[in-house]
């Protein structure tokens, strides 16, 4: 069956406003919503004010759930909101006020996990005045348009994700050896591809710190330009939510961000199921290797670079090919 979809963007994105995701896909409704996302990336459903009991179930559909436990909701619902247990607005003392932060950077749910997930079904509880849209960027047109060079340079290769690197560009650190062993990074190929529009895409997040095999900052550098490239403008689409939306979006295909609104102000609730992948992208870190999280040592020497000591596999010069800008 066909769905009737309307485009918001002309690279991805659809509307739908046809469907209840509240009652059971028909077979042929579910595959042509799974062909639709691997067409779109990000499909928004409207009028689909649910509960979480529907919003599980109409999950359940596309695979199962990233395991979620929070109180007072069924396992499998994550509420991203402003506020706490009490219905209070967060401020600057509860660690959920920063931890939200990390939302306003451009990531992609789930890359520290080694199976990462496939789908997130974010849907619309409490609407701020002051907007707080979510903004999608597709990453096949991005790798589409990125040079042949730099399409030959990605094309295998694997880089680390963490929370930890996200909180780091959030200006966190001194993080204690617990939290490091329990965000190990996790290791994902940067170039994936949709296996039905055969279209490559690139796997992008904050969450990244490192390229196996390279220097942190050079890593740094390469993944910082990759970035600036997939997020301009022609590549993204900012939905201003609408009581009653369900926005779903391909994690293997799009990357994401939260607009600032008035946070000390205005409450916002959505509440989110993210569906489990089958499989990790690439094989994963040697068990015990230390993880480069910084460079150590300082910028004193002119020939050589202190620091970059940290134990790595096969390190390799990219200098020759690696270009740094200086303007
Ligand atoms: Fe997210």
Redesign the pocket.
């Known amino acids: 069956m066909s769905l009737n979809i309307t485009p918001v963007h002309p690279h991805f994105g659809g509307e739908i406003i046809d469907i209840d995701l509240r009652k059971p896909l028909e077979a042929d409704e579910l595959e042509a919503v799974c062909r639709a996302m691997d067409r779109y990336g990000v499909l928004v459903f409207r009028n689909q004010a649910m509960t979480d009991e529907e919003h599980v179930a109409a999950s359940r559909q596309f695979g199962d759930l990233i395991e979620t436990k929070t109180a007072g909701h069924p396992e499998g619902i994550t509420v991203i909101s402003n506020v706490d247990e009490h219905g209070q607005i967060l401020t600057r003392d509860a660690p959920r006020y920063w931890q939200n932060l990390g939302?306003r950077l451009w990531?992609t749910?789930g890359t520290f996990r080694t199976t990462s997930p496939t789908y997130s079904l974010l849907a619309a509880h409490v609407l701020p005045p002051s907007r707080g849209q979510t903004e999608f960027a597709f990453m096949p047109a991005a790798y589409d348009a990125l040079d042949a060079t730099t399409k030959a340079l990605v094309e295998d290769m694997v880089v680390e994700h963490s929370l930890l690197y996200l909180w780091m560009r959030l200006g966190f650190g001194h993080f204690t050896a617990q939290q490091q062993r329990d965000h190990s990074p996790a290791r994902h190929r940067l170039v994936l591809q949709n296996t039905f529009t055969e279209r490559r895409s690139l796997y992008l997040s904050m969450h990244i710190g490192s390229i196996v095999g390279w220097t942190l900052p050079e890593s740094r550098c390469f993944i910082d330009d990759l970035l600036a490239h997939a997020t301009q403008t022609e590549f993204c689409y900012t939905h201003d939510w609408r009581p009653g939306d369900l926005v779903m979006w391909d994690n293997r295909q799009t990357m994401?961000r939260g607009r600032p609104y008035a946070n000390a102000q205005d409450v916002r609730i959505l509440h989110r199921t993210t569906i489990k992948g089958s499989a990790p992208t690439a094989a994963q870190r040697p068990a015990g290797a230390p993880v480069p999280w910084q460079v150590s040592g300082v910028l004193s020497r002119t020939n050589s670079f202190p620091g970059i000591d940290s134990p790595r596999e096969e390190m390799t010069d990219h200098s020759a090919r690696f270009c740094i800008a200086s303007t």
């Open positions: 939302a990531h749910d994401h």
